[in-house]
């Protein structure tokens, strides 16, 4: 029975951003080894900022991703390997060499107004023979209508597929609707959506997005991902299988890939606790929470604060260094205070 | 005597600086070359009693004689195109575009080595943001690894920019190391649509290896600050330098520590908003070497 959907699992790109960029050579060899046995047509891995996030102001990788790359394609047996690139931090290079090194699908992601930056990525990816996925973050700052202009960039450079991104988990059911039924009636090409569970809508979202008739969905494997997590993929299957959308993916031993091997290496993952639902409620990019908890720690004040704040600064993904500096101000604000009494 | 000078390229960069060049005392700037008619450069050119002319390069070539020092602020493909015809008769160029055909030059750093450079390039707006703080560590302790964050306001950011944004990360990275004196360089670009638009901002994180002063490099960090304050005005840290205890596992090396720089530019809003802090610090650049460029010649000259 054919799929009603494509299936792309996130775990060893997003998840990489709840471990904090830690992945081991092993864990990819037996979260791919599950996965592909299971059915998930597309796994991706990279850092979690995508290619060349290795840095101070995301977290380095622990193992280079080229080789975390080579070994995912070389366990898939019928699993495409996608990479992940955000212009700005990855380079084309980057791209050449996850090509190089197995990667048969090119996600390239720009913030949702930022669309024209994506263009000599996508085109590049389509000469080396990729497939090529445009991918708008933080869709929800912006209005369909206006998503819909900036998706339809990307198609005219040549994406295959152009994603409703809901990188804050900011989404309501009505905000996924909206968009992906905006870009199904004005693109050609195909439409994805990528769910995050902070406000616990990821795949009540995604669902809806199925009913819009989404081309595409992500997940992570228990969900997990930036931010209180993303659509766990488990559960998304299971939910559709029940809803009538066949998954071509076999629920049961997918089930067993979530406990058996990707549950142990964060067993907390799932729970939604205030600083994850904080993002959803202040619109704040996911892979913001762990650096944010850092900074509360080092200068003693409460990751709520500094996420609420970065969501009245209306920062992008990426902007990871205006954590330290609304760090810095709450510090001083907080020091002055005190000392007015 | 002034040094006559010239300006191809009347868009928003040129005509930025064409504000400041009026207001040097050792550039006499005469002429703004563009290649459209109707640009509104070229009529504010003509309305400072400059000569704005539509007829491009061709124009200045025919005018050599009349002028010693070149402003390009075109694009790196035109630069490119331009710069042999530049030095078949002699001009000397301040190269704003990513062309990087000359040598690269950051005012406070590496100016006075490159003063007889036939042609000297501006790097990028994020390198000449973040290459002082990066050399003013290095002139104290090692740096094995120097890494920028650069976001600018998506307003401010052209079309060029946006098609060549790996053109910016690779020229700023590589800046980092032979400007700057770090042993391994990344940039990172970011553009924000917030509105009413952003300063730019920048962050600069170095490596620093066991055994640094803390006091030495926080003190070179405040003396780059003040130095490019010189020169760009609205240039500061919006907060001391931030120390964080590693180990961190850099391409450099394991470093013990890190420092963190946290910049603000806001821009003299000569021609540009005040947000656009990023072209300012371009054109405040450009002009300063190219009035370190003028009293060298003139030096010579007398």
């Known amino acids: 029975m054919t799929a009603a959907f494509r299936l792309t699992d996130s775990t060893l790109r997003d998840g990489s951003h709840a471990l904090a960029h830690r992945f081991r050579i092993e864990d990819v060899r037996a979260v791919v080894r599950g996965l592909d046995a299971a059915g998930v047509p597309v796994i991706e891995v990279s850092h979690g900022d995508g290619l060349g996030g290795s840095s101070f102001n995301y977290g380095f990788s622990a193992t280079d991703e080229m080789e975390l790359i080579r070994v995912a394609a070389e366990e898939a047996q019928h699993a495409k390997i996608a990479v992940l690139l955000l212009p700005g931090i990855g380079i084309k290079e980057d791209l050449v ?18 669309a024209d930056i994506s263009q000599q990525h996508i085109e590049l990816a389509k000469e080396l023979g990729m497939e090529a996925v445009g991918f708008l973050m933080m869709s929800h700052m912006i209005e369909p209508d206006h998503l819909a202009e900036e998706a339809a960039k990307m198609e005219s450079y040549g994406a295959d597929c152009v994603y409703v991104v809901d990188s804050a988990g900011a989404m309501t059911i009505d905000d996924a609707r909206r968009r992906v039924a905006t870009l199904k009636a004005r693109l050609d090409c195909a439409v994805g959506i990528h769910a995050h569970n902070n406000l616990s809508l990821a795949v009540a979202n ?25 659509c766990p993929t488990e559960v998304l299957v299971a939910a559709c299988e029940r809803s009538g959308y ?34 959803g409620y202040a619109g704040v990019y996911g892979s ?28 992008v993904g990426g902007q990871e260094d205006m954590i330290i500096d609304v760090a810095v101000e709450l510090e001083r604000r907080a020091a002055e205070a005190q000392a007015a009494g | 005597m002034s040094v006559p000078c010239a300006i191809v390229g009347s868009g928003n960069i040129g005509t930025d600086l064409m504000f400041k060049l009026l207001r040097s005392d050792v550039l006499d700037l005469r002429a703004v070359v563009g290649i459209d ?76 080595e490159h003063l007889d450079a036939p042609n000297v390039n501006m790097i990028t707006c994020g390198g000449q943001a973040t290459t002082p703080i990066v050399a003013a560590v290095a002139s104290v302790v090692d740096v094995p690894y120097a890494e920028i964050v650069s976001t600018v306001a998506s307003k401010s950011a052209g079309p060029g920019t946006r098609q060549n944004i790996d053109e910016f990360t690779k020229t700023t990275s590589s800046c980092l190391v032979e400007v700057g004196g770090a042993r391994h360089g990344k940039a990172i670009m970011i553009l924000n649509p917030a509105e009413p638009p952003i300063l730019m901002r920048n962050t600069v994180f170095c490596a620093l290896p066991d055994g640094y002063d803390e006091a030495a490099v926080a003190e070179a960090i405040l003396r780059a600050e003040k130095a490019v304050r010189e020169y760009v005005p609205g240039y500061r840290l919006t907060a001391e330098p931030v120390f964080d205890e590693g180990p961190f596992a850099t391409p450099g090396g394991p470093a013990a520590a890190r420092v963190v720089a946290l910049i603000e530019v806001e821009g003299a809003a000569d021609f540009f908003p005040p947000y656009a802090g990023n072209l300012d610090i371009m054109t405040a650049a450009a002009t300063r070497v190219g009035e370190a460029m003028a009293e060298r010649l003139q030096e010579v000259r007398a």
């Open chain 1, 97 to 114: 060499r996850a090509r190089e090194a197995g990667a048969s699908v090119a996600r390239i992601a720009t913030h949702c107004t930022e």
């Open chain 1, 206 to 230: 995604s669902l809806a997005a199925l009913e819009e008739g989404v081309d595409q969905v992500d997940g992570c494997t228990t969900g997990l991902g930036a931010g209180a997590g993303n």
């Open chain 1, 246 to 279: 066949a998954t071509g993916v076999d629920p049961m031993r997918v089930v067993e890939v979530a406990d058996e091997v990707v549950r142990p290496l964060k067993p907390d993952q799932g729970v939604i606790d205030g600083d994850g639902l904080m993002l």
């Open chain 1, 288 to 315: 913001f929470l762990l650096h944010a908890r850092r900074a509360a720690e080092r200068f003693g004040i409460d990751t709520k604060e500094i996420l609420l704040e970065l969501g009245r600064r209306k920062v």
């Open chain 2, 37 to 112: 008619p109707d640009s509104e450069g070229l009529a504010l050119a003509r309305r400072h009693g400059l000569v704005g002319t539509p007829d491009g390069v061709d124009w200045l070539i025919d005018h050599a004689d009349e002028f010693e020092l070149v402003f390009e602020a075109t694009s790196a493909w035109v630069h490119r195109r331009h710069a042999p015809r530049y030095e078949e008769v002699g001009l000397r160029v301040v190269d704003l575009t990513p062309a990087k055909l000359g040598p690269p030059v950051v005012p406070i750093v590496n100016l006075d």
